[in-house]
């Protein structure tokens, strides 16, 4: 039997849970989703372009893989996690499966994205690429780190580390036109090679930000079950002893269970995957406000406003108007 060697990396023993893919609602059918298969131009898992044949001014969207944006020259705005940034040259980002994302750049940037599957990144693995990003031996791999911290980390590659890097996704590029024999196995070394030098050079904030709680340690597979049955089922009525029910536990030790595991109680956690697709909705469409509330589980517009002014500090009129500007084509540095 052959040995898969041990890549593991101890010192970080986070567990991010990567977005959920989504059940049917608003969001999906408003944010188009996409899926290798539906890009021509990759092959065996991956595939990568540059400014030369990529889209400048992209709208909200998500998709099932893994991307990679990385801006070698000049500028680029890229909203992503509830955050905007103003990219330059050695700005580097990490897209997890089903996060929604957009992007704009000027026809003078020099800009490369890549887009792999899990498999091509783990070729053990047997699963579908809509259910890879969910498997729990992923988030032990050092080298997707840089993704799961990517809501906290801004990733700045300095001139020499830029040259390196662009260096990588011409060589990638290359491969990708051939697609030789060999040309798999280089491409995938490349992107290896790059993913580690991010997350080498990230390694210590990584450590710290698990050090402060920034980000959630391995749960209790019980209350990630938990938590994953709230993600699927958030939109209609559901109660404690519902899920409970679900992952077989009574509903006093599953409140304990929740708050010991993720600091958080039930009520907590129901609402805020809620408004966090609340936000959502208000940030990529133009759906009326009483049907945010009601496609993200609210009763009533009113219970939902009162919600979301707590837990963002705005009504969520402020956060629209705050957040759903569109992206400009001309970007300027921040």
């Known amino acids: 039997m052959r040995e898969t060697p041990d890549c593991r990396l101890p010192p970080l023993r986070y567990k991010r849970v990567m977005t959920s893919k989504p059940a049917s609602s608003m969001l999906s059918r408003a944010v188009p989703t996409f899926s290798l298969a539906q890009k021509t131009f990759c092959w065996s898992g991956f595939g990568v372009r540059s400014t030369a044949d990529a889209q400048r001014d992209m709208a909200p969207h998500r998709h099932s893989f893994f991307q990679v944006f990385f801006v070698a020259g000049g500028t680029a705005t890229h909203e992503i996690a509830g955050r905007t940034h103003h990219a330059r040259g050695g700005s580097i980002f990490f897209v997890p499966p089903y996060t929604v994302h957009r992007v704009a750049f000027p026809a003078d940037a020099e800009c490369y994205v890549i887009y792999f599957s899990a498999q091509f990144i783990q070729q053990n693995l047997d699963l579908p690429d809509d259910a890879a990003h969910q498997n729990a031996e992923l988030m032990k791999l050092p080298e997707l780190a840089p993704f799961y911290f990517q809501p906290q980390c801004s990733y700045e590659l300095d001139a020499d580390e830029t040259a390196e890097a662009r260096a990588r996704c011409q060589r990638m590029l290359e491969a990708s036109a ?7 196995t280089r491409a995938r070394a490349e992107l290896n090679l790059l993913l580690a ?12 930000l698990e050090r402060e709680g920034a980000v959630q340690r391995h749960i209790d597979r019980r209350a990630g079950a938990a938590v994953a049955y709230l993600a699927q089922n958030f939109r209609r009525s559901i109660t404690l002893g519902d899920v409970a029910a679900e992952v077989h536990l009574t509903g006093t030790y599953l409140t304990h269970l929740l708050k010991q595991e993720t600091g958080k109680t039930y009520k907590h956690l129901l609402d805020e995957i809620r408004l966090e697709h609340g936000k959502q909705l208000l940030a990529y469409t133009d759906i009326p406000m009483l ?26 009129g402020q956060y629209r108007r705050l957040h759903h500007a569109p992206l400009q084509d001309e970007v300027t540095l921040a």
Not at 197 to 208: A, H, S, T
């Open 178 to 184: 051939r697609r030789g024999i060999f040309d798999a």
């Open 291 to 316: 049907k945010v509330a009601e496609d993200s589980g609210f009763l009533d517009q009113v219970h939902f406003t009162k919600r979301f002014k707590l837990y963002t500090g705005m009504t969520p």
């Open 197 to 208: 030098q991010v997350g080498d050079k990230y390694l210590p904030e990584f450590q710290r």
